[in-house]
């Protein structure tokens, strides 16, 4: 059984305004487990923007890399040269694009005297529905296969993956809404505790906590609500 994080939380800083970001961060160190860095706040000030964020809290680089494997290995090489603790790739990618993400990671990280990061599979957007879609549960096994540490796993398919990968694996689940919050464009939701219970090991959580007019206050009361 993997080791399970003292603190699930991830929060999400989906802002295009930098110093926002950081202050957040810096308010939300104490009271979650990493800060995601996506590609709004990303393609807005690029590394810089995980330079910043990172110096008060991990980060979980949300980049989702998909393209050729020569091309996603020099991408993930940059991203664990900047030192983040967790970044996506797709895994409709394929196992050689994985493969090749997991390369770049342990030689960026090599590169930047950083633990390597753990490469997380991206299986189906929280923001997508529908039956035509791959199999989220066979996409972590060929993402696990080539070697990724963990998978995005949207809401309703947390406990399928959860059986099918076993207690070895890391899952991170977006979409995450605390009960009677609004759920925006998230079709596949949880509550923390409902993805607790599946066998979440992450939650990115956004808007309930940036949005909110005491975020660390949001933040601190969803994590007493699952422990």
Excluded: W
């Amino acid at each position: 059984m993997i080791q399970r994080p003292q603190n699930p939380i991830i929060a999400a800083l989906d802002l295009s305004d930098l110093d926002r970001a950081e202050d957040l961060a810096a308010r939300l160190a104490p009271s979650v487990g990493l800060v995601k860095v996506g590609l709004e706040l990303f393609s807005a000030h690029g590394p810089e923007a995980v330079a910043r964020v990172r110096a008060t809290a991990p980060v979980f680089l949300d980049v989702k890399l998909h393209d050729i494997p020569n091309t996603v290995e020099r991408a993930a090489a940059n991203c664990a040269r900047l030192g983040v603790a967790m970044l996506t790739v797709h895994a409709l990618g394929g196992e050689a694009m994985v493969a090749a993400a997991t390369r770049g990671a342990e030689r960026g990280a090599a590169d930047g005297g950083h633990p390597v990061p753990t490469v997380a599979a991206v299986t189906v957007l929280s923001s997508l529905s529908g039956g035509s879609l791959a199999s989220p549960a066979s996409l972590a096994f060929e993402a696990r296969a080539a070697g990724a540490g963990a998978a995005v796993v949207s809401g309703e398919d947390v406990r399928e993956v959860r059986e099918a990968m076993g207690e070895e694996f890391c899952l991170v689940v977006p979409g995450i809404r605390p009960a009677g919050a609004n759920g925006h464009d998230q079709v596949r939701i949880l509550t923390p505790q409902e993805a607790i219970d599946a066998g979440a090991d992450y939650l990115v959580i956004g808007r309930p906590i940036t949005e909110a007019a005491d975020p660390v206050g949001a933040a601190r009361g969803i994590l007493r609500g699952i422990r």
